[in-house]
C-alpha cells in the first residue's frame, strides 16, 4: 500500500530539516514524498533540493508564483500517486511509526476512508510539550462539521475517495484541511487513532498561528456554510440556512446545539452503538 506524503511549502527552509529527517526514519518503507512550493521568498528551494538530491522518493515542484496554501495543497495531491496520502507541514514532524501505524488501521478496517491521530505540540525547537486530549473518535453523520475541532493531524486519507470529491479548495488560504475534512466525510466513517503520530511545531511564523484570526474564523465559517449547501441542508435545529455568507458569528450561532447536554449525551451514546458493533 503506497502512502503520499504530501508537503506544501511556503518560506519553512529553516525548519524542513526535522520534517525531512522524520520521513526518512520512517519504519514503513512504500512512500513518496511530494514536495510543492509555493514560490518561497527564503531559502527554501535550495535547502529542500539539497536534502533530498538523489533520492527518487521525493518529488519538488515550484509554483510559478505564490497562489496561497489551498493552490499548493491542491497540486500536491495532483501529483501524489500513492493509495493513502497525508498532509505534512514543511515546520512540523512525525513519528518514525506513523506511516506503518496508519497502514495498519486501513489493513484492518476495510471500510475507513481517512484516519487521523493524536498530536503532540512541540515548542520552536520542536521538544514535544503536551498532547492534545480532546480529540476523540467522532460521530460522522450529515451535521457533522468538526466544530469544535476534533479531527486534526495526523489525518491520511485514500486518494480513491479524494478523487470522488472536488478536490481542495484553491482559493482558500486557511480553513484548507476543514474543507479537506469535511468533503471527505461526505463519503465514509473516518477512524481515530489514540496514539501520538504528529509533532506540531508552535513558532511565531507558523501559517496557523498568524494574527489573521478573524480571516480564518471567516474562513472556516464559510467551509461549514459551503458543506451545508452541498449536503442539501436547508436548516439546522429548526435554524434555517442562509443562502449566502455574510458573517461567521452567523454560521457558528447555528451550530450552539451541540454545546447542550442531551445533545452530548445522545452523540456519545451513537458513537458507542458505532463502535460496539463496528459499523
Given at each position: 500500500?503506497?502512502?503520499?506524503?504530501?508537503?506544501?511549502?511556503?518560506?519553512?527552509?529553516?525548519?524542513?530539516?526535522?520534517?525531512?529527517?522524520?520521513?526518512?526514519?520512517?519504519?514503513?518503507?512504500?512512500?513518496?514524498?511530494?514536495?510543492?512550493?509555493?514560490?518561497?521568498?527564503?531559502d527554501s528551494v535550495s535547502v529542500i533540493k539539497d536534502l533530498i538530491k538523489n533520492d527518487l522518493r521525493f518529488s519538488f515542484f515550484k509554483m510559478d508564483q505564490n497562489k496561497g496554501c489551498g493552490a499548493a495543497k491542491r497540486k500536491c495531491a495532483e501529483l501524489a500517486t500513492g493509495e493513502i496520502l497525508a498532509f505534512l507541514d514543511p515546520d512540523d514532524a512525525i513519528t518514525p511509526d506513523a506511516l506503518q501505524v496508519t497502514v495498519d488501521e486501513y489493513l484492518k478496517h476495510?471500510?475507513?476512508?481517512?484516519?487521523?491521530?493524536?498530536?503532540?505540540?512541540?515548542?520552536?525547537?520542536?521538544?514535544?510539550?503536551?498532547?492534545?486530549?480532546?480529540i476523540k473518535q467522532v460521530y460522522n453523520y450529515s451535521k457533522f462539521f468538526n466544530c469544535p475541532i476534533q479531527i486534526n493531524h495526523f489525518f491520511s486519507f485514500k486518494k480513491e475517495v479524494y478523487d470522488k470529491t472536488e478536490g481542495i479548495n484553491p482559493k482558500l488560504s486557511s480553513a484548507v484541511d476543514q474543507d479537506l475534512y469535511l468533503k471527505l466525510l461526505d463519503h465514509g466513517n473516518p477512524?481515530?487513532?489514540?496514539?501520538?503520530?504528529?509533532?506540531?511545531r508552535r513558532h511565531p511564523s507558523g501559517i496557523s498561528q498568524d494574527k489573521s484570526k478573524n480571516k480564518s474564523k471567516d474562513n472556516f465559517a464559510k467551509v461549514i456554510l459551503d458543506t451545508m449547501k452541498r449536503r442539501k441542508i436547508s436548516e439546522i435545529n429548526g435554524k434555517k440556512i442562509p443562502d449566502s455568507f455574510t458573517d461567521s458569528k452567523e454560521i457558528f450561532s447555528l451550530l450552539d446545539y451541540q454545546n447542550s447536554i442531551p445533545y452530548r449525551i445522545q452523540k456519545n451514546l451513537t458513537l458507542f452503538i458505532q463502535q460496539l458493533f463496528n459499523l
Amino acid at each position: 500500500m503506497k502512502f503520499s506524503i504530501l508537503i506544501a511549502n511556503y518560506n519553512n527552509g529553516k525548519y524542513f530539516k526535522d520534517c525531512y529527517n522524520s520521513i526518512i526514519s520512517q519504519n514503513y518503507d512504500d512512500w513518496e514524498a511530494i514536495i510543492v512550493d509555493d514560490n518561497s521568498t527564503d531559502d527554501s528551494v535550495s535547502v529542500i533540493k539539497d536534502l533530498i538530491k538523489n533520492d527518487l522518493r521525493f518529488s519538488f515542484f515550484k509554483m510559478d508564483q505564490n497562489k496561497g496554501c489551498g493552490a499548493a495543497k491542491r497540486k500536491c495531491a495532483e501529483l501524489a500517486t500513492g493509495e493513502i496520502l497525508a498532509f505534512l507541514d514543511p515546520d512540523d514532524a512525525i513519528t518514525p511509526d506513523a506511516l506503518q501505524v496508519t497502514v495498519d488501521e486501513y489493513l484492518k478496517h476495510k471500510n475507513i476512508i481517512a484516519t487521523y491521530s493524536k498530536i503532540m505540540f512541540c515548542d520552536k525547537d520542536l521538544h514535544p510539550k503536551y498532547s492534545d486530549e480532546k480529540i476523540k473518535q467522532v460521530y460522522n453523520y450529515s451535521k457533522f462539521f468538526n466544530c469544535p475541532i476534533q479531527i486534526n493531524h495526523f489525518f491520511s486519507f485514500k486518494k480513491e475517495v479524494y478523487d470522488k470529491t472536488e478536490g481542495i479548495n484553491p482559493k482558500l488560504s486557511s480553513a484548507v484541511d476543514q474543507d479537506l475534512y469535511l468533503k471527505l466525510l461526505d463519503h465514509g466513517n473516518p477512524k481515530f487513532i489514540p496514539t501520538n503520530l504528529y509533532l506540531y511545531r508552535r513558532h511565531p511564523s507558523g501559517i496557523s498561528q498568524d494574527k489573521s484570526k478573524n480571516k480564518s474564523k471567516d474562513n472556516f465559517a464559510k467551509v461549514i456554510l459551503d458543506t451545508m449547501k452541498r449536503r442539501k441542508i436547508s436548516e439546522i435545529n429548526g435554524k434555517k440556512i442562509p443562502d449566502s455568507f455574510t458573517d461567521s458569528k452567523e454560521i457558528f450561532s447555528l451550530l450552539d446545539y451541540q454545546n447542550s447536554i442531551p445533545y452530548r449525551i445522545q452523540k456519545n451514546l451513537t458513537l458507542f452503538i458505532q463502535q460496539l458493533f463496528n459499523l
